[in-house]
Nanobody
Framework: QVQLVESGGGLVQPGGSLRLACAASGFALGAATIGWFRQAPGKEREGVSGIRRRDGSTYYAASVKGRFTISRDNAKNTVYLEMNSLKPEDPAVYYC???????????????WGKGTLVTVSS
């Protein structure tokens, strides 16, 4: 059974850092594309970052490029999202999702985690 569990969310001050984790079970993470998405209250879900199956090529939304880093630990079957220089516009519920294609689009994702809340406040 495919399962994704996010962790690492919390409260951080502007300019601070958090590392989110997406632990996968039921499939080999290296054979899948993993995407991170976020949804703030009253806003549509948006793609944040993704790491594609096999070659590990990455995608970043323009709003997070240079601040967020996605990585994959196949031995732990976990994908991480390192978030630095967090801004007031970054708070949201962050979700990871997966598919067996190479698309990082939310429409292409087959399985979703339940999300982890990130709050940025002084």
């Amino acid at each position: 059974q495919v399962q994704l569990v996010e962790s690492g969310g919390g409260l951080v001050q502007p300019g601070g850092s958090l590392r989110l984790a997406c632990a996968a079970s039921g499939f080999a993470l290296g054979a899948a594309t993993i995407g991170w998405f976020r949804q703030a209250p009253g806003k549509e879900r948006e793609g944040v970052s993704g790491i594609r199956r096999r070659d590990g090529s990455t995608y970043y939304a323009a709003s997070v490029k240079g601040r967020f880093t996605i990585s994959r630990d196949n031995a732990k079957n976990t994908v991480y999202l390192e978030m630095n220089s967090l801004k007031p516009e970054d708070p949201a519920v962050y979700y990871c999702a997966t598919n067996l294609r190479r698309s990082c689009s939310s429409n292409a994702m087959d399985y979703w985690g339940k999300g982890t809340l990130v709050t940025v406040s002084s």
